[in-house]
């Protein structure tokens, strides 16, 4: 398999565009007067291009893709500073990172989204049981094994730093976009997660990124689609958004990453995205906070931004705010020339620029990126999805579990013995095999199980099909991966499936299996069983399945789901498996 991958590197480089002649590479900048020299270096142009990084697919290109060609572009010729890579295969990520770093005359710094382990990411990374799956096990090292795993998988692909963890607090179960990607609701728990994953990334090899500074968490709004407002004042501020990233700072966090939300207390009444406010990025971040490491901006594609001063704009005003990296932009070039253009005007100081591009060569240098920047394609799959990191995703997983109700000792029933169970497994257009593990565990445990799926796109001739499916004696039950999706705006089970939920209940005990937001229960407020599984991944629903079937449960409920269940809420059950070893 790697010769596959390796031939095709050799075809990619016989066939590419020619490189243009490159300039010798520059000297290892080994002290801090030779990184001031490299900055001087370098004219406004290229300064201005180590700021972006623009975003790539991580999935195959071929060499004369026209999307691949653009990259090639901004590499070749706008010298951008670095690349946010998205979903592909490992082996994909790696080869087309290395291109990309082979022709590009400075290191290129790689950064990915890699929440609750690498898996967001790379397909057959290691999936962990999202961020509040590790907040409802309250285990530190958890979330340093989740650290740990993510920066050992990202780095033998290539990327060096990762834009995690979240360190929002979750307060408010209306929020689109947060929902478990956030630890929980208590906001000391919270920072001792987020330090704690902050300290497993960085103690093997990778830079951490928390976000989204000062706070997403109590947002109605996806700021991807227009402006979130915060009517938070200073000390709630400082007594509940602030904990988690003071325990990150003090943990010795590489970059902080803002968000595009509004808070009118810290703005002089003014409604304007956190992004482009110095006294939120400076005041608040740099002289309270005292962090002295690298600004991200969110995505300057996102709507709650560019909507508001358009594609030139927000990332001069980003820079002058105090942002070291100007993430995504809608156009890499327009938004080099708008930087250079800034300078040449006085709105922005060849010193204010120099001190950023400095932060961003200081990360490449301290990640020995000017002594080596490609990878071994033939380490990745000793690393990427090793049994060693799955094992540590499992336990995670299984310690996630959370018992909310059993009201009719349904749950306890199916732990007791084998039964027969009608499994209806709902899952997005990311999800196709939901439900496909689960049904797999309880098998295994002995349990006659009958699968029915539905989508996101299933319609009424789906649903009678299932309402069919139901009819049977077998136990009653229902998963459903719901999640936040940027874009989407909401994060709830769809109506027609929440009314058969409901339909079901009515009749006969019911249980609910939540793979995802830990919400639904407020749509469905009549089952008798509610599991807490977290995540649509196979670890997860292994996980549950497991409970199901007599593993120990001891997960508590990291937030409150009013007005029922409060903060550590949680039906405890010992081991009584079912399951070989």
């Known amino acids: 398999m790697h010769l596959r991958f390796l031939v095709t590197i050799a075809i990619v480089s016989a066939c590419a565009p020619a490189r243009p002649p490159a300039a010798p590479s520059p000297a290892v900048p080994e002290s801090d007067a030779d990184l001031d020299r490299l900055v001087a270096s370098l004219s406004v142009r290229d300064r201005a291009a180590q700021l972006v990084m623009p975003w790539i697919a991580g999935t195959y290109a071929s060499a004369d893709d026209p999307a691949f060609a653009a990259t090639l572009k901004n590499i070749d010729s706008l010298h951008v500073g670095g690349i946010i890579v998205s979903i592909g295969s490992p082996l994909d990520i790696a080869a087309k990172l290395n291109e ?53 998988e990202g780095r033998a692909v290539g990327i060096h730093l990762a834009f995690a963890p979240v360190a929002d607090v979750n307060n408010n179960p209306a929020n689109p976009i947060i929902n478990t990607r956030s630890f929980g609701e208590d906001p000391r728990t919270v920072g001792r997660l ?6 497993g990334i960085q103690a093997n090899g990778m830079l951490a990124t928390v976000k989204h500074f000062p706070g997403h968490g109590d947002t109605g709004t996806d700021s991807h689609l227009s402006l979130p407002v915060v009517a938070a004042d200073w000390s709630r501020l400082d007594t509940l958004e602030l904990v988690p990233f003071r325990a990150a700072v003090a943990a010795g966090v590489s970059a902080v990453m803002s968000a595009h939300i509004a808070l009118p207390a810290l703005d002089s009444g003014r409604v304007r995205p956190g992004t482009v406010v110095p006294e939120i990025l400076g005041g608040l971040l740099r ?35 105090g942002a070291d990296i100007l993430l995504q932009p809608v156009d890499p070039a327009l938004t080099v020339n708008a930087v250079a253009r800034a300078v040449a005007e006085g709105r ?45 995703a499992r336990d995670a997983a299984q310690r996630s579990i959370v018992l909310l109700r059993d009201s009719a000792a349904t749950i306890d029933s199916l732990r007791a ?26 098998r295994a445990a002995g349990d006659t199980v009958t699968l029915f799926r539905l989508w996101s796109a299933s319609g009424s001739a789906s649903y009678d099909s299932a309402r069919a499916a139901l009819r049977s004696d077998a136990v009653p039950l229902f998963a459903a991966a719901v999640r936040a999706t940027p874009w989407r705006g909401r994060i709830d089970l769809p109506a027609a499936l929440a009314d058969l939920i409901e339909e079901t209940a009515a009749t006969r005990p019911t249980v609910l299996i939540s793979l995802g937001s830990p919400y639904l229960l407020l749509q469905t407020p009549h089952v008798a069983g509610y599991l807490l599984a977290w995540s649509g991944s196979a670890t997860s629903e292994t996980a549950a399945a497991r409970a199901l079937s007599g593993a120990p449960i001891n997960g508590r409920l990291p937030i409150g789901i009013p007005p029922n269940f409060s903060l550590g809420a949680g039906l405890q059950r010992p081991d009584a498996s079912r399951h070989t070893p």
Not at 106 to 123: K, M, Q, V, Y
Not at 366 to 386: A, I, K
């Open 417 to 442: 013995r084998p039964r027969r169970v009608t499994l209806v497994a709902y899952g997005d257009e990311t999800n196709p095999s939901a439900g496909a593990a689960l049904a797999a565990t309880l």
């Open 348 to 392: 922005v100081s060849e010193d204010r620029l120099n001190r950023s591009v400095r932060r961003v060569l200081g990360l490449k240098r301290r990640l020995g990126l000017f002594r080596h920047r490609v990878v071994s394609l033939d380490s990745v799959p000793l690393v990427v999805g090793s049994a060693q990191h799955l094992a540590a």
């Open 194 to 199: 987020v330090a704690a994953e902050v300290r």
């Open 100 to 152: 990309l770093q082979r022709r590009s005359h400075l290191p290129l710094l790689i950064g990915s989204d890699l929440e609750g382990g690498t898996a967001i990411r790379l397909l057959g990374g290691t999936a962990f049981p999202t961020n509040m799956g590790v907040g409802a096990g309250g285990s530190e090292a958890d979330a340093y094994a989740m650290g740990k795993v993510t920066a050992e």
């Open 287 to 321: 002289d309270s906070l005292h962090f002295d490491g690298v600004v991200v901006t969110d995505a300057l594609e996102m709507g709650g931004l560019v909507s508001a001063y358009g594609a030139s704009e927000a990332p001069v005003l980003a820079l002058l705010a």
